[in-house]
Structure formats: structure tokens, C-alpha cells
């Protein structure tokens, strides 16, 4: 069964504190995975996909990676507005419809 | 333009009786999704809607679970019974098509809960 594990749970920085988040997988042919950001009372929004071992994708403060197993995703120099929960997510059955999500990394960035 | 909107925002009801959650997706979207997010889990993957084909339903829980898209736009899902450990917040999300599902717009999303 496929299974998407994220860690920390929960990680507090400082403004202007780089760090990363991790999402590791089991699936069996992975044909993508997919990264969201969820804020408080919302649904998520999406940020990035990625298809392949290597490939790197970045927006803003934010990049994206991905190799075999896992997948991170870098916050450079981050700031208060980047607080977020960030929920990665890869797609199961023939299509991309089904998405099992991780339970997400709850992201606070302290002034 | 508008994104995908979802009502009530807010439902409480009492264990046993029937809820609708209503989701109006983006206009021009052909695939619609509910998801179900319990707290200290994931999103949950319920039921899926790709134009006039036959909903996957792979994913409801239970069969007091159903879902009924009408006109190819807006959707119910409706739980009957209900039990409390259907509180949750459920999630509508729509795209182009099943190919591009991977960019799925969210609702905001119906917080229910069952006392």
C-alpha cells in the first residue's frame, strides 16, 4: 500500500532561518509527487509537482526536490507569511485522481 | 475568477441525522473530488467525479456515504446516520481533466461535526 510520511511535524524557525522539510514515500511506480500549502481554515493550495528522481522546482522562498525515496522541500530565509502547514501528496491508482496525502509539516516562522 | 466554493462552511449536527455538503467547483472544470480531513491525519481520498463517467467511489468509508454530481457542475455528498466519528472537514477540489488532476483547486472546505 502506498504510504507518504512527513517529518518534523511541526518545526519552528526564526525569520531568516533556512531549513527543510522532508516527504518520504512507498509507491509502487511513483508518477509524481505533489507538494501543498494549507493555511489555517483553508483548503490547500497548490505549489509544486515533480516527476522524477533529480528534478528541482522552486517558487519564492521555496524549492522543491526529489530523489528516489523521499522529497524535500527547502525554505530559504523564510519569512512570517510562509507559516503554513505543508502537505505532500502522490497520486495511486492508474491515474493522478487519487492523491494520498501526507499529514503535513506545521510550519511557524517567528519575527 | 471565483474558485471553488463550498457550503455550509460550518455544520453541526446531532448523531443519527442526515447532512448535505454542497461544492460548486471552478466553471469549465470537468473533474471534482471530496476529501475528508480529520484532525492529526491526511486528507482522505473519497470520491471521484470526471465528467459523465460513473463516479469512482473507491474511497466513501461507508454506504451511508453518497455523492451525486448534477449537470456535470455542482455536487452532494450526503451522509446519512450520521456518527461522530464522521466529524471531520471535508474538502472539494476540481481540475481540467483527470490527466491534469495533479493541479486540484480547493475549496475552503465544510467543518462538520456530529455531537
Known amino acids: 500500500e502506498d504510504q507518504v510520511t512527513q517529518s518534523p511535524e511541526a518545526l519552528r524557525l526564526q525569520e531568516g532561518e533556512s531549513s527543510s522539510l522532508n516527504c518520504s514515500y512507498t509507491?509502487?511506480?511513483?508518477?509524481?509527487l505533489f507538494w501543498y500549502r494549507q493555511d489555517p481554515g483553508k483548503g490547500p493550495e497548490f505549489l509544486f509537482t515533480?516527476?522524477?528522481a533529480g528534478e528541482e522546482k522552486e517558487k519564492e522562498r521555496l524549492k522543491a526536490t526529489l530523489t528516489k525515496k523521499e522529497s524535500f522541500l527547502h525554505i530559504t530565509a523564510p519569512k512570517p507569511e510562509d507559516s503554513a502547514t505543508y502537505l505532500c501528496?502522490?497520486?495511486?491508482?492508474?491515474?493522478?485522481?487519487?492523491?494520498?496525502f501526507g499529514t503535513g509539516t506545521r510550519l511557524t516562522i517567528i519575527p | 475568477g471565483a474558485g471553488v466554493s463550498q457550503s455550509p462552511s460550518n455544520k453541526v449536527t446531532e448523531k443519527g441525522k442526515d447532512v448535505e455538503l454542497r461544492c460548486d467547483p471552478i466553471?469549465?472544470?470537468?473533474?471534482l473530488y471530496w476529501y475528508r480531513q480529520s484532525l492529526g491525519q491526511g486528507l482522505e481520498f473519497l470520491i471521484y467525479?470526471?465528467?459523465?463517467?460513473?463516479?469512482?467511489k473507491s474511497g466513501l468509508p461507508s454506504d451511508r456515504f453518497s455523492a451525486e454530481r448534477t449537470g456535470g457542475s455542482v455536487s452532494t455528498l450526503t451522509i446519512q446516520r450520521t456518527q461522530q466519528e464522521d466529524s471531520a472537514v471535508y474538502l472539494c477540489?476540481?481540475?481540467?481533466?483527470?490527466?491534469?488532476?495533479?493541479?486540484?483547486?480547493f475549496g475552503p472546505g465544510t467543518r462538520l461535526t456530529v455531537t
Open positions: 467525479f470526471q465528467g459523465n463517467s460513473a463516479p469512482d
Open positions: 477540489a476540481s481540475s481540467f481533466s483527470a490527466a491534469d488532476s495533479y493541479e486540484q483547486y
Open positions: 466553471s469549465g472544470h470537468t473533474a
Open positions: 509507491v509502487s511506480g511513483l508518477r509524481g
Open positions: 501528496a502522490v497520486p495511486r491508482g492508474f491515474g493522478n485522481e487519487k492523491l494520498t
Open positions: 515533480l516527476y522524477s
